[in-house]
């Protein structure tokens, strides 16, 4: 478990597979992370069971944001992925219930997870890519100290839409 004030973002359990079944088939949702396909609570079952594994090994790590005065109920996760040990980078994706936003809760979930990455992982970088209209992440990973450090043109495709993508970088400012 790593710590915040108000927080903490803890490893996957199995009691967790309904809540994670219902957020990753919510197709609304689904245009943030490029899933294209529904997954099956079986799959989640194993994704789950097999999450003991390291980030060194998975290339990935899923942790459940939580608030100290609910432990029992996550308010969303937060994932390090394409983790690469060589070049010390991963990206970083969010996903807080909608009743949770705007209270500074995911704020304090990447300030955790950075301090992780940096300080336990000793990780270079961090990086991101959001949407050019996705003005809460934006504000988000800004207010984290992520810059934009580049565009991709007509990246992804929301329906009938191309939407512009940015890049941001976060560069660990302790040497490694």
Known sequence: MIEG???????????????????????????????????SRFTLEQYVMNSNQDI??????????????????????????????????????????????????????????TRYAFNILHLHQLFCNITTDNEASLRLFGKSGFEITGTKKEWTRVGDIWKDEYTLQLINPLPN
């Open 5 to 39: 004030p108000n927080l903490f973002l803890r490893a996957l359990e199995p009691e967790d597979i309904d809540l994670l079944y219902r957020w990753e088939n919510d197709f609304t949702l689904w245009h943030y992370s490029n899933t294209i396909t529904p997954f």
């Open 56 to 113: 060194f090994t998975t290339k990935q790590l899923r942790l459940m944001i939580v608030r100290k005065t609910e432990p029992g109920n996550p308010i969303g996760t937060i994932d390090l992925f394409d983790f690469d040990p060589i070049h010390l980078h991963a990206g970083v994706g969010i996903m807080l219930m909608s009743d949770f936003r705007k209270k500074g809760l995911a704020l304090e979930s990447l300030q955790i997870l």
